[in-house]
C-alpha cells in the first residue's frame, strides 16, 4: 500500500535534506576557498566561490519553498523553483569550469576578490529577479498543471552540463592510467635488464 507523508511532514523532511546540500555547498567553499593561495588556479578559485553562491541560493530556495513562511515577498513555486534553477545552473558550469580551465588556460591565475564578487553579484541578481521582479524570469510552474516547458528544457541542459564534464573525467582517468602503466613498464626494464646481466655473470664464474 502506497504511503504519502502528510504535508508538515515531508516539509521538515525537505528542508532538513535542503539545509544539509547547504551546509555541504558552503563547507565546500570555506575549505576550497581558505587552502588557496592569493593568486590560484582559475578551475580551483571559481569552484570553491561559485558553491557559496549555490549554498546562498539553495538557502533562499529552501526559505522560499510554499509552506514555508513568506520570505521578504510572498512565497511561490515560481520563486522557489527560478533560485533552484539558479544553483543548479552555477554549480554545473563551476564543475565544468574545473575539468576545462586547466585544458584550456593551464598557466591562468585569477585574484580571489573579482571571483568572489563575481558570484555574489551573480547571486545578488538573481535573488533580487526571484524576489521582486519575478515576472522577468519564464515562468517554472503553472498551478494545475506543472512545470512548464522552460524548467525541463534546462534541468536537460544541466544533464548535458554534467555529462560533458563526466566525459571530460574519464577521459581524464584513463590518459593518467596510461601514463601510470607506461611508466611502471620503463621503470621495470632496468630491473629486467640487471637481473639477466646477473644471471649471465654468475652463470659465466660457474663455467670458469
Not at 500500500?1 to 547547504?22: G, H, K, R, T
Not at 575539468?99 to 547571486?123: D, H, N
Not at 522577468?136 to 498543471?145: F, R
Not at 574519464?170 to 629486467?192: E, G, I, V
Request: include cysteine; hydrophobic fraction near 50%; proline fraction near 5%.
Amino acid at each position: 500500500m502506497p504511503y504519502s507523508l502528510a504535508e508538515p511532514n515531508y516539509l521538515a523532511i525537505y528542508d532538513a535534506s535542503e539545509i544539509f546540500a547547504v551546509v555541504v555547498a558552503l563547507l565546500i567553499f570555506s575549505s576550497g576557498y581558505n587552502a588557496l593561495d592569493r593568486q590560484h588556479h582559475a578551475g580551483g578559485l571559481f569552484l570553491a566561490c561559485a558553491f557559496l553562491g549555490v549554498g546562498l541560493l539553495d538557502l533562499l530556495h529552501t526559505l522560499s519553498y510554499p509552506g514555508m513562511p513568506d520570505l521578504i515577498t510572498a512565497n511561490s513555486n515560481h520563486k522557489s523553483i527560478s533560485l533552484w534553477l539558479a544553483a543548479r545552473l552555477l554549480a554545473a558550469v563551476a564543475l565544468l569550469a574545473l575539468i576545462l580551465l586547466p585544458l584550456l588556460a593551464p598557466k591562468a591565475r585569477w585574484p580571489r576578490g573579482p571571483v568572489l564578487t563575481a558570484i555574489l553579484l551573480y547571486t545578488a541578481v538573481t535573488g533580487y529577479l526571484a524576489f521582486f521582479l519575478p515576472q522577468a524570469i519564464p515562468t517554472t510552474y503553472v498551478e494545475g498543471e506543472g512545470l512548464t516547458t522552460f524548467k525541463i528544457s534546462l534541468e536537460w541542459l544541466f544533464i548535458g552540463l554534467h555529462l560533458v564534464t563526466l566525459a571530460h573525467l574519464l577521459q581524464l582517468f584513463f590518459d593518467n592510467t596510461a601514463k601510470t602503466t607506461k611508466y611502471k613498464a620503463q621503470k621495470s626494464r632496468p630491473r629486467q635488464i640487471k637481473v639477466v646481466g646477473v644471471s649471465v655473470s654468475n652463470e659465466t664464474e660457474l663455467r670458469g
